[in-house]
């Protein structure tokens, strides 16, 4: 789903949307009227249909052994990043909710130095360690994360996880927000946006 006809697109940014297990790409599209108006967004299903309308980037870690996660979250990367070699040559910013947040961070493994930025909600890391880690330490992207005290869906050790990874990976804005669970705040976006202008 495109904010903008082709026509339109010319010399502005991407932004892509990242949507989460079992959703769909209209989602975080209802996001965009609260997000700047500078680039154009583009909200990406993922490969992996479930049912009707739900969707996947790659099989649950409680569905697949340990060490398959990166590999397959690897893979539905590439996907994405074949999709983007054939509509943009220009800067790219990611923003992924809950499983698209490990997309955006997957992403950038993957391809070090391809995207302008990174943001992560409500998210978490697929693997433990990656190929791309050192190019990333190298050179750290600056990434957005965002989650709240009460989500019940990211359990404490993915979240220490992704705590100890982002300091040497990134160049990292972080923000916790007390109450919230498994969900995006209007308080998120307010910071969102403001990373979002630093960055675009």
Known sequence: MWSAP????????????LHGYGSHE?????LGPGLPLGPVIASVRAPIELAPGMY????????????EVGP??????????DWLDTVSSGPVHLLGFSQGG?????????????FASATVLAGFLAGVAHE???A???APPPVFYGRGTHDDRI????????????????????????????????????????FLATVL
């Open 102 to 114: 490990a997309m955006a961070l997957q992403l950038l493994r993957v391809a070090p130095g391809r």
């Open 155 to 194: 359990d404490s050790a993915r979240v220490d996880q992704l705590d100890a990874w982002l300091p040497g990976h990134a160049d990292a804005t972080s923000r916790i927000y007390e109450g919230l669970g498994h969900s995006i705040s209007n308080d998120e976006l307010r910071d969102l946006n403001a």
């Open 6 to 17: 082709e026509s339109e697109r010319a010399g502005r940014p991407l932004l892509v949307l």
């Open 136 to 138: 990333l330490a190298a």
């Open 26 to 30: 209209g989602d975080l599209f209802g």
């Open 72 to 81: 397959n979250a690897d893979a539905a990367a590439r996907s994405v990043l």
């Open 132 to 134: 791309g880690d050192a």
């Open 56 to 67: 996947s980037w790659f099989p649950l870690m409680s569905e697949a052994p340990a060490e």
